[in-house]
């Protein structure tokens, strides 16, 4: 069974620093996504970025990048340049590729942003 | 280009009673998915909906059923309410022309008393 680990309950970064969130899943699988969603107090669960496995590129969205070490079976979030409207839940989430295949979340990283 | 939304935003209810929830996919998206996510925890898989049909399922108790509509759009009903069913329940919408990347809805907070 797919899962996925975030270590990290709880970091914290000043404004205008860079942090970075860890992720580690399990599979046996070849080809799946992984994603980073962000989760402030109003609860919508927003996408941050999206990684396709078979790509090696690690993807890229504006402040927001990602390490993916496929066969280390970890995908880090970096947030660059933080801001206090980056201060939120953050989950790590899998899913296999094809069909209609569900996600599968990390327990999330409370990300706090200081002034 | 309205995103995904969801019916109602808060609920309250008791032991034993039923509730049933919904959910508007996404302009474009045929596929909808529900999660439930308990305090401080993940959002858990428990269904999801394709062309009318559950397509999956996760480690969910038949309490729970839902339904999609030829529209797309879905509901969630929970039969005899437990108190750990209390939690946020996520909506998701999706298609196959968007790179199946789902799309989250606000959720409802329910609330078992």
């Known amino acids: 069974a797919q899962t996925v680990t975030q270590s990290q309950p709880e970091m914290s970064v000043q404004e205008a620093e860079t942090v970075t969130l860890s992720c580690t899943y399990d599979?046996?699988?070849?080809?799946?996504?992984l994603f980073w969603y962000k989760q402030p107090p109003s609860r919508q669960m927003i996408l941050v970025i999206r990684q396709e496995a078979y790509k090696q590129q690690n993807a890229t969205e504006n402040r927001f990048s990602v390490n993916f070490q496929k066969a280390a079976k970890s995908f880090s979030l970096k947030i660059s340049d933080s801001q206090l409207g980056d201060a939120a839940m953050y989950f790590c989430?899998?899913?296999?590729?094809?069909?209609?295949?569900?996600?599968?979340f990390g327990a999330g990283t409370r990300l706090a942003v200081h002034p | 280009d309205a995103g995904v939304t969801q019916s109602p935003t808060h609920l309250i209810k008791t032991r034993g009673q039923q509730v049933t929830l919904r959910c508007s996919p996404k302009?474009?998206?045929?596929?909808v998915s529900w999660y439930q996510q308990a305090l401080g925890q993940g959002p858990q898989f428990i269904f999801q909906y394709y062309e009318e049909e559950e397509r999956q399922r996760g480690n969910f108790p038949d309490r729970f059923s839902g339904h999609q509509f030829p529209n797309y759009s879905s509901e969630l009903n929970v039969n005899a309410l437990l108190l750990g069913d209390s939690a946020l329940y996520l909506c998701?919408?999706?298609?196959?022309?968007?790179?199946?990347?789902?799309?989250f809805g606000p959720g409802t907070r329910l609330l078992v008393l």
């Open positions: 989430a899998y899913r296999l590729s094809g069909g209609y295949n569900k996600l599968i």
């Open positions: 998701a919408s999706s298609s196959v022309a968007g790179g199946e990347t789902q799309y």
């Open positions: 302009s474009g998206h045929d596929t």
């Open positions: 599979t046996s699988e070849s080809d799946y996504y």
